[in-house]
């Protein structure tokens, strides 16, 4: 055992890896999650409500005993986590319900959730000692891995799907990333074959944000719930609203809470909700029609505002589904133009400007709460995943520009009417 962690087991075929072995992917190359064990019987030893509540939440690393490295001098950190869980009342009152928080990940230090796997990648990458990381991503993932990778001295090859967002490109290309679009041929995700081979055949660390490929970043979201929980009080929430994409962050949100069950520290999971574009909703229709989570169908030509949420294929999808049906949850597919208008009442009703993949748990909600699935009393936890500054294009596309006029009041008044439908 090293530190908390009793070993990894292969989520497809089993087989047990330890810690100190650097385990990456499963030797039998069959596509399985490492996921880490922990000695739950030894951490309950110290690991109390007063143990927890006694350090003060200034980053993710508050929680470094449930999460890798093994040594606390290999944590590369730009201050991830401790996000605000934002009471949103004029949205509440908006949507007609009673008690809604939001999570507000867009304040990580790249502007997305994905800071907090990435961290946890790059700093076990540290432990590991390697110098080089590859990764696949719609753009979010890959640009908080190339801050991480920059603070630690580590270099990064990213292969981003074509049709990324400029802002997420200017990122990446920013932090010193080595950035390529690759252009999709056939069925197979051309971003995940070229981050595999570059990882089989120069060794570079694989960090993408999906379990098949790295084991460790998938902890990084288990602190939004232990987070949720302590901002929460220690009560849990009814529903927590997430996201998906290749749902690592609706595993590693589990996870987060299952860590917490297990130690003691709370008494009931909360109903988890995935949520996704009708433009790519494979992870959707595998919950709905009991698809096998270990077979399900890719969808074939994903197209969303919410690039996001493009996998085709939901790589840790198997956990995600294990997650619905455990907590009793639910899952439901959003029109692009439904996550529009989330992102408006986001923006208009909390000041909070998010990415449509950000907002589209939020639309998830406007759904749920309309078919009845969720209760007008329900407490209620959105995430609010990525910011909106992610993706000029689409914003501009919806807001639209600012009028020019003159220094003029007479001009103002005149466009004030004509643009904005106001008279003063
Ligand atoms: C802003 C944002 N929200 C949610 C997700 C979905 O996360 P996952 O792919 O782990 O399901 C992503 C993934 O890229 C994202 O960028
Ligand atoms: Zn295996």
Not at 231 to 247: K, L, R, S, T, Y
Not at 349 to 364: D, M, N, R, T, W
Request: charged share 25%.
């Amino acid at each position: 055992m090293t530190k908390h962690i009793m070993y990894l087991q292969c989520s497809r075929c089993g087989k047990k890896y330890y810690y100190d072995e650097k385990p990456i992917t499963c030797v039998n190359n069959d596509l399985g999650r490492l996921d880490i064990v922990y000695d739950y019987e030894a951490l309950k030893e110290f690991y109390t409500r007063d143990y927890v509540t006694k350090k003060p939440l200034i980053n993710q690393w508050k929680y470094f005993d449930l999460l890798p490295p093994t040594k606390e001098e290999n944590i590369v950190t730009l201050g991830e986590g401790a996000t605000p869980l934002i009471r949103a009342n004029r949205l509440a009152e908006k949507l007609g319900i009673r008690k809604l928080w939001l999570k507000d990940e867009t304040r990580n230090p790249t502007a997305s959730f994905k800071d907090r796997g990435m961290s946890v990648s790059v700093s076990v990458a540290k432990e590991f000692g390697f110098k080089r990381a590859t990764t696949a991503s719609s753009g979010n993932a890959a640009a908080a891995l190339a801050a991480y990778a920059a603070k630690a001295g580590m270099e990064v090859y990213a292969f981003v799907i074509e049709q990324a967002g400029y802002g997420k490109i200017a990122q990446l290309l920013f932090y010193g990333a080595r950035v390529f679009k690759v252009r999709g041929l056939g069925r197979e995700d051309p971003t995940v074959k070229l981050m595999k081979l570059t990882y089989e055949k120069f060794g570079f660390y694989p960090s993408p944000s999906f379990g098949p490929f790295n084991p460790y970043q998938i902890e990084g979201p288990k602190a939004i719930s232990y987070e949720i929980v302590e901002q929460m009080n220690w009560e849990v929430p009814d529903w927590v609203f997430v996201p998906v994409g290749a749902a690592s962050l609706l595993t590693g949100v589990w996870k987060g809470f299952r860590d917490y069950r297990e130690l003691g520290l709370i008494d009931r999971m909360p109903h988890l909700f995935a949520v996704q574009s009708k433009g790519n909703p494979p992870f959707v229709r595998a919950f709905k029609e009991s698809q096998d989570p270990h077979n399900i169908k890719p969808w074939d030509k994903p197209h969303t505002i919410a690039w996001g949420l493009e996998d085709p294929y939901p790589w840790d999808g198997d956990a995600g589904i294990m997650a619905l049906r455990t907590t009793n949850g639910d899952a439901e597919e959003v029109s692009d133009d439904l996550i529009l208008k989330a992102m408006k009442w986001l923006a208009q009703y909390e000041g909070i400007f998010a990415e449509p993949s950000g907002a589209a748990g939020l639309a998830g909600l406007m759904v749920a709460l309309e078919d009845g699935r969720v209760g007008r009393d329900d407490e209620v936890v959105v995430l609010v995943t990525g910011h909106g500054l992610k993706d000029p294009d689409i914003v501009k596309e919806t807001a639209g520009d600012a009028p020019i006029i003159n220094p003029d009041l007479n001009e103002f008044k005149e466009v004030l009417g004509k643009r904005y439908g106001i008279q003063l």
